[in-house]
């Protein structure tokens, strides 16, 4: 591996190539007719390997001075998937799981990593690819068969999605994929302080006013673009809140700030309800929570004539 000052920052070559060679030594290792043939590779000599690159990698960041977070995101991402399985148990996890997902079908190559979203498929003919959020590992056996069903042709989707998903709102998912992000300390410095608003101090406030202080805080951030079709949005597998770069902006009230802000925190509190299928999540009960705000009127009028604004939505506001 080598590593290469930019002006943006380091660039690690070779760390996803580094990350895609362990993938594929895992999955001989995790092969169901594993223990059956004499092999040469063995948990040990992975777990030594990610060690050593771990170690490599630490001596490239320190000559350029700079740390994990700055690294670009698939890099920023292997290197936190390495951190994290660095610890031996977890590998043993990451190993179990993975010889659970392949014993479901053989025909799918599946790798668990570090993804931004819950799993990711491919099909073409034969060519079936999974690659499952790391915030699987250990999930129940039957989590993990759904997830497998869903990349699979002839199956039906409907009762697997649902699985995959309610396990994904858990707080074992949330916990785990907590973990991963803070391994090696490469968590992304978080974008709370704005150009106009800071959203730390809005929480703080919005927590006093409306929650008694109880809330700890989630992960809040600006959002790279500025979005009038979505001004705010709660990811709960992340325990994250993401608002719209556009209320960043001396013409947004900061109560404003404060209402999307208090939106996306009830979603938090109150989840989801469900209905068969379907979850719902702005039910009578979220409304008349919503309605508790100081300014709510104001507050919505003001988001309602900030997206007309943009003439090509003319959607309302919107606030998932
Ligand atoms: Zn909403």
């Known amino acids: ?42 948990i040990e000599a992975v777990h030594g390997e990610i060690l050593e690159q771990l170690a490599e990698v630490g001596v490239l960041l320190e000559r350029a001075g700079v740390g994990p977070e700055t690294l670009p995101d698939p890099s920023r991402r292997a290197y936190q998937w390495l951190s994290y399985l660095a610890d031996e148990p977890r590998l043993r996890e990451h190993l179990h799981t993975l010889r659970l997902a392949m014993q479901v079908d053989p025909r799918p190559r599946i790798e668990i990593t570090h993804l931004p979203g819950l799993y990711r498929g491919f099909r073409d003919g034969d060519d079936i690819r999974l690659s499952i959020s790391e915030g699987f590992l250990m999930a129940p056996a039957d989590v993990i068969a759904s997830l497998v069903k869903l990349t699979l042709p002839y199956t039906r989707k409907k009762q697997h999605k649902a699985a995959v998903h309610a396990f994904a709102e858990s707080a074992a998912f949330r916990n785990r994929l907590q973990a991963v992000e803070q391994a090696g300390g490469a968590v992304p410095a978080p974008r709370t302080a704005g150009r106009t608003h800071d959203l730390e101090a809005i929480f703080l406030s919005v927590n006093r006013d ?111």
């Open 1 to 42: 591996m080598t590593g290469e000052s930019q002006a943006r920052g380091v660039r690690l070559r070779g760390l996803v190539r580094l990350q895609r060679r362990l993938q594929s030594r895992l999955r001989e290792l995790a092969a169901p007719e594993a223990g059956v043939k004499q092999r040469s590779d063995s």
């Open 210 to 320: 409306y929650f008694d202080g109880r809330l700890g805080m989630p992960r809040i951030q600006w959002n790279h673009i500025s979005t009038l079709r979505e001004f705010g949005r709660f990811e709960p597998a992340t325990d994250t809140i993401v608002l719209s770069r556009r209320l960043d902006a001396p013409d947004v009230p900061e109560q404003v700030v404060a209402y999307v802000l208090y939106h996306e925190l009830l979603h938090r509190v109150l989840g989801a309800q469900r209905e068969g299928d379907r979850r719902r999540y702005h039910t009578p009960n979220f409304g008349r929570a919503e309605k508790r705000f100081r300014g709510y009127k104001q507050a919505e009028d003001f988001l309602n004539a900030l997206s007309h604004r943009g003439r090509q939505y003319s959607l309302t506001a919107k606030m998932d």
